[in-house]
């Protein structure tokens, strides 16, 4: 799980899979996830890693899923979003999947916060936001449906939904759920 926060996610999905593994550059994150694995009977099914995905050295063709959730809306610079899911879709293996959920343009709820972000450079979509976290304030992408198809990149997709969900503010916000998957064709 990329961005796997204090491994709550991680550590339900432990219970159905022989191995989970986590990753996220916010320390205290990655602590209370390491303690929340200790209290678990599933503290052998775990490994969470403290850093930044981009940088760290993770086996190609290795993993049956990799998710991100609400992951990509962090990525602002287009370089570092297109490498991220470049390594997401590499670190899948043969007939692997691909899980991705996060915020979709919201254009009524977020007109205002576009157009001032709009108005000192940014791409229509980004703006301004607060993690609460010692990271404080961050650039916060939501996506179009054009990234949607590069976010599917070579994959075959099998599910793509479209809902309201609320954003950490308590904001009403479009959000999408994309599942995909490595197909592989014989030669």
Not at 62 to 69: C, M, S
Not at 157 to 173: C, R
Not at 176 to 184: C, G, M, N, R, S
Request: hydrophobic residues 40%.
């Amino acid at each position: 799980m990329i961005g796997c926060g204090k491994g709550h996610n991680a550590i339900k999905l432990a219970q159905i899979s022989s191995s989970v593994v986590g990753i996220d550059i916010n320390a205290n994150a990655i602590e209370t996830a390491k303690a929340l694995a200790q209290e678990s009977t599933l503290e052998s099914e775990l490994e969470f890693v403290h850093g930044d995905f981009l940088e760290h050295d993770f086996k190609d063709k290795l993993y049956d899923v990799v998710i991100l959730v609400r992951v990509l809306t962090c990525i602002s610079d287009n370089a570092s979003w297109n490498a991220m899911l470049n390594k997401s879709r590499r670190l899948l293996r043969d007939s692997a999947l691909l899980y991705v959920r996060d915020f979709l343009l919201s254009p009524i709820v977020y007109a205002e916060r576009y157009e001032v972000a709009k108005n000192i450079g940014l791409p229509y979509g980004q703006f301004w936001a607060s993690d609460g976290t010692e990271f404080g304030k961050f650039i916060a992408r939501h996506h179009s449906t054009d990234e949607i198809q590069k976010i599917l990149g070579n994959l075959s997709l099998i599910k793509l939904e479209k809902e309201k969900s609320m954003s950490m503010n308590g904001n009403s916000v479009n959000t999408f759920e994309l599942i995909a998957k490595k197909v592989t064709y014989a030669d």
